[in-house]
């Protein structure tokens, strides 16, 4: 009896469809949250800058601490899943990012606000990892690719958070501004909270432990290859990070730099390749439904090569905004892959590894980008992300069998 009780515990949650449903809308909630709440931090950066009178050198180690926090809470957020269940950590992470959000504009200097915001990049690590666990633990129980679609929510929210903290700059302070984001988080988080505390993460029945344990040696052996795989899985999400951050920082420069574009035209390379990867990323359950995992990663790694090369080599400012749109199409569906095949070999680990390293290739982009172009050019620098997406597309091709349909 204790067994039946004990494999019960580990099926589909109970109530049937309705109740994955409602997960489903709640952790969409989440991941749309941190978009909005992220995105609406950075286009206040600027002011802050002037309000803690910062040097550009000061403001850059200030921002540092927010990638310092994020990637040490990576690494810890997945062993918080595991003992705690990832739906407790995402609650409690999003309440501290929407807290977190409205301290930097208390700040008066670049060391309090490095501070500050080395809480706000623990928070943002820590959701990452915790409602990711949770939305592979959804996509194994629905038996359906869903995961393009959650993170096709973190970019719409992102893209919503840049828009109105646009049109409310010039209205509102920061302070009132970033305290607005707090309660807003902490509604969302109330609201969809509730459904995420109130259930228990699903898992499909064949993920139930089994009664008869396979002999040490044959478990360490399958281990430590899991643990290789997801190694293979991060280096995906870390190709495709890279170019997110190549070109959110470099992209416009080089429109405006190097084509002679607009400083309006040039804001709009960036758009064109977020709505593109939006766009990508909400059909991603569909193309991934007719491809199939592997080839939905060889087809956007390929797609995102050619897309760059032309981004970074064509003559002309409506091409390069094509290509740039057509990276973004290509991108869009590898890192909720990556972090999705991580997170059923390993559970809450596979998917810190896979978000850790992914996080690490978005802030290895903007740097290494910018020594190549001191070396060569930007133009030449920018088809690093082709070369790397090619990379993605290779691994994909070669780990075909184990990313499964």
Known sequence: MPLINKTRKHSVVPGGSRDLSRLRVALTAFFALDGFVFAGWVVRIPAI??????????LGLALLCVSAGAV?????????CRRYGSHPVTVVC????????????????????????????????????????????LVAALRRPIMPSFHA?????????????????????????????????????????????RQEPPAPADRAPS????????????????????????????????????????????????????SGVA???????????????????????RLGRARTVIVGGTVAAGGMLLGSLAPSVWAALLGFAVTGLGLANLFPVAVERAGVLT??????????????GMLLG???IGFMADWFSLPAALTSVAALAAVAAAIGMSTRRTMGA
């Open 267 to 289: 804001a709009a390379g960036y758009a064109c390749f977020a709505l593109a990867m939006t766009v990508g990323r909400a059909t991603g359950t569909t193309l991934l439904e």
């Open 366 to 368: 903007p740097p290494a």
């Open 72 to 80: 040490v809470t990576m690494t810890l957020t997945g062993r918080l």
């Open 211 to 262: 009664p008869h344990p396979e002999p040490s040696p044959v478990a360490a052996r399958r281990t430590g290859g899991r643990r290789g795989l997801v190694l293979v899985f991060g280096l995906i999400a870390l190709c495709t990070a890279y170019g997110e951050g190549a070109m959110a920082d470099w992209g416009a420069l080089h429109l405006q730099q190097d084509l002679a574009a607009s």
């Open 94 to 137: 999003a309440v501290l990012l929407s807290l977190s959000v409205s301290l930097p504009p208390l700040t008066h200097s670049a060391p309090a606000l490095g501070a500050v915001l080395l809480v706000f990049g623990a928070a943002y690590g820590g959701i990452n990892v915790a409602f990711n666990s949770a939305a592979v633990d």
């Open 347 to 360: 559970g809450p680990s596979g998917v810190a590894v896979a978000s850790t390293l992914g996080y690490g």
């Open 49 to 58: 800058k002037q309000q803690t009178d910062s040097s550009a050198s000061a």
């Open 153 to 197: 929510a973190f970019s719409l929210g992102g893209m919503i958070g840049a828009g109105l903290g646009g049109l409310v700059s010039g209205a509102l302070s920061p302070t009132r501004h970033l305290f607005g984001l707090t309660l807003i988080g902490l509604l969302v988080t109330a609201v969809a909270g509730r459904t995420l505390l």
